[in-house]
């Protein structure tokens, strides 16, 4: 086990470099020079020079991929003499729009952005699970055929339009819950869950009618298995065969593209953000990207790609706990 | 997703081929017949654009000034977003532009890009999948790493960099690329198993043993037989190509303006929801209904011409 750990954590360091190198040599070598940016319109040859300098631009581009990811785990210095500038551990270089640091920007955003994510997480859980083992159990029925049209239906809606619905039917015409805006958790939690109702309502309805689709599926399949016959057989409460022995070995589908779903989104939902005006991670990207900050959607994209990898390990992790079959 | 075994239909002579079978078996259903005649509409739509809107008499980057009220804040006249005899669908704010003709040339552009990046990835995942599959080893390895990578990828922040920096080419060709780069691993996966389970198949082995060499045997034995998950497998994943399309177009990385497609109509009527609800219906339903009428039809393909992996 702690073997299979080990090897698996050097493959996503390894996946974390060549997806960083294969970033860093598309945003550093297609677009506008950055340099030429920071200086301004009129902006003499030397002046440039001194930039590029200091921005590392004048080295070979190896040479900056090499220094960028000996900054991420030892923190580096930028540029020399006076305008010597150290990027402490870890080290994603700094804004070229504000100068901050692009780490610390990161993680001023991520707590909105983890909210949305988890907060939907849990509910398109409770539903999508609820509505696909409800249909498993009933599978052929009424009860079944219903939630499975929904289902599509709702997997096929935009999450414009339910975003949009959800603002104008409960913000303005009930003015049943406020505009969203994002309260910390620790300021205020019944506010902090009351702004991001909307949003987590707007996620949570496209990815549970995927859930509920797949949960389905994996439970018919499962329920047919022998094992649950022999644990009906002993007599074994229709509760607890379903629960123990039906759910546990019938999640492990829709743990892998819980694993999927969850990394992807923790790094920002970036149209949810747009349409509900949050400002997480996704926001912070886009504007880098109108700006040409490139700093900045490097690091994200690192990040994004970093909450990725890592929630595929802890699901294969959890394989093991899930579905006793499963051994490392 | 309902049955497992599939009967013979009625009116079907027995000893008919698979193929005839699943079509005659599709065809029972009315989900198929109404999800394929929504295809159908959609494709004629995109396909017979400029003829289309040749017929309402406008184009989709002419302006109608006098389809707008000025003193209302450029509002359309008339009920439902300026629905008139010469607007069959209204009117976009402000500029007066036909909605018909935006969206039905919208239709086109969502469509081509959707519909040729799917063709990309099914054909590269479905190359990648069969050579992992068959030639095993180093080959399988590589490829089995490069799709663990490609997966790894955040591939919507990655897709709205790429389009974002990289010089004002062809948007089209280029969407269609970048849209196309990260899908083709699933294909390749479900690929890679249904070959690895043929390749020792009896037949597999008396087309090697009478002498077939490789391009042969990939090409008239395993090919075939992954056609049917293939076939379900691509419709499965149109409606996600049409929703990333929207997506960035709405996020405005695709194509540029004036050119319509539906995910910019999407985000440029967002600001008039409250003026003009119907602006904003109109390109979100076409979207609904494309998306729909894949997922449905995808979903039949699937029961009917992979029947092991219809319940997954």
């Known amino acids: 086990m702690i073997l299979y750990i080990g090897r698996r954590l050097l493959g996503v360091i390894g996946v974390l470099v060549a997806i960083a190198a294969v970033t860093f040599t598309i945003f550093y070598v297609l677009p506008s020079d950055p340099a030429a940016a920071a200086c301004g319109k009129s902006c003499s040859t030397e002046r440039l020079t001194a930039i590029r300098a200091h921005m590392g631009l004048d080295q070979p581009l190896w040479r900056q991929f090499a220094d960028f990811v000996t900054g991420i785990f030892t923190g580096r210095t930028l540029g020399g003499g006076q305008y010597a500038l150290h990027c402490a551990f870890p080290c994603l270089g700094y804004s070229y729009e504000n100068s901050e640091a692009v780490w610390d920007l990161l993680m001023d955003r991520l707590p909105v952005s983890a909210s949305l994510a988890l907060g939907a997480a849990v509910l398109w859980l409770l539903l999508g699970l609820g509505a696909g083992v409800t249909a498993a159990l009933r599978k052929d029925t009424l009860t079944d055929r219903v939630l499975m049209v929904g289902a599509v239906a709702a997997a096929s809606l935009p999450v414009y339009f339910t975003s949009m619905t959800l603002i104008y039917g409960i913000v303005r015409t009930a003015g049943l819950l406020p505009y969203p805006q994002y309260v910390p958790f620790g300021d205020d939690p019944v506010h902090w869950a009351s702004n991001l109702l909307l949003p987590w309502l707007a996620l949570a309805v496209l990815y549970a009618a995927m859930y509920a689709r797949q949960s389905r599926g994996s439970m018919i399949e499962t329920m047919a298995e022998p094992y649950i016959r022999t644990a009906r057989a002993k007599g074994l409460p229709r509760r607890t065969v379903v629960v123990k022995h039906g759910l546990r070995a019938g999640m492990t589908p829709v743990l892998t593209l819980f694993g999927m779903d969850l990394g992807g989104l923790l790094a920002g939902a970036v149209i949810t953000e747009s349409l509900f005006g949050l400002p997480g991670i996704g926001r912070l990207f886009y504007g880098a990207l109108s700006t040409g900050d490139q700093p900045v959607v490097l690091g994200v994209t690192l990040l994004a790609a970093a909450f990725i990898v890592v929630a595929n390990l802890a699901v294969d992790l959890l394989y093991a706990v899930v579905d006793p079959r499963v051994r490392y | ?312």
């Not at chain 2, 065809?27 to 017979?48: E, H, N, P, Y």
């Not at chain 2, 799917?118 to 799709?147: E, H, K, N, P, W």
Request: contains cysteine; positive net charge.
């Open chain 2, 1 to 312: 997703m309902t049955t497992t075994t599939t009967p013979v239909p009625a009116g079907v002579p027995a000893g008919s081929g698979p193929w005839r079978l699943a079509r005659a078996e599709l065809l029972r259903r009315t989900s198929v017949k109404i999800s394929l005649g929504v295809v159908a509409l959609f494709l004629l739509m995109a396909a017979g654009a400029p003829l289309l809107s040749a017929l309402c008499g406008f184009t989709p980057e002419e302006f109608d000034k006098t389809a707008v009220d000025p003193y209302l804040g450029g509002r359309p006249i008339g009920p439902l977003g300026g629905v008139s005899a010469d607007h069959w669908l209204g009117v976009e704010p402000l500029t007066g532009r036909d909605l018909f003709a935006r969206v039905v040339h919208g239709a086109q552009v969502s469509l081509l890009i959707a519909l040729t990046a799917t063709a990309i990835v099914v054909v590269t995942g479905t190359a990648a999948g069969i050579a992992a599959g068959y030639f095993g080893g180093r080959v399988d390895a590589v490829l089995s790493r490069l799709m663990d990578l490609t997966m790894s990828f955040p591939s919507l922040i990655f897709m709205i960099a790429m389009l974002s920096v990289a010089k004002d080419v062809n948007r089209v060709l280029l969407m269609t690329a970048v849209i196309g780069l990260f899908g083709w691993p699933g294909i390749a996966r479900v690929v890679r198993g249904q070959t690895l389970s043929l390749k020792r198949r009896e037949y597999v082995d008396a087309a090697r043993v009478s002498g077939s060499g490789p391009w042969r045997i990939l090409t008239r034995a395993i090919l075939p037989g992954v056609a049917g998950p293939v076939i379900a497998y691509t419709t499965l994943i149109v409606p996600g190509m049409i929703a990333t399309e929207a997506a960035l177009s709405y996020l405005g990385v695709g194509v540029r303006p004036p050119t319509p497609s539906w995910g910019q109509m999407i985000a440029e009527s967002v600001a008039f929801y409250d003026t003009d609800p119907m602006y904003f219906v109109i390109p979100s339903t076409c979207l609904f209904l494309t998306v729909l009428a894949f997922t449905l039809l995808g979903d039949a393909l699937r029961d009917v011409l992979d029947p092991r992996s219809a319940r997954a």
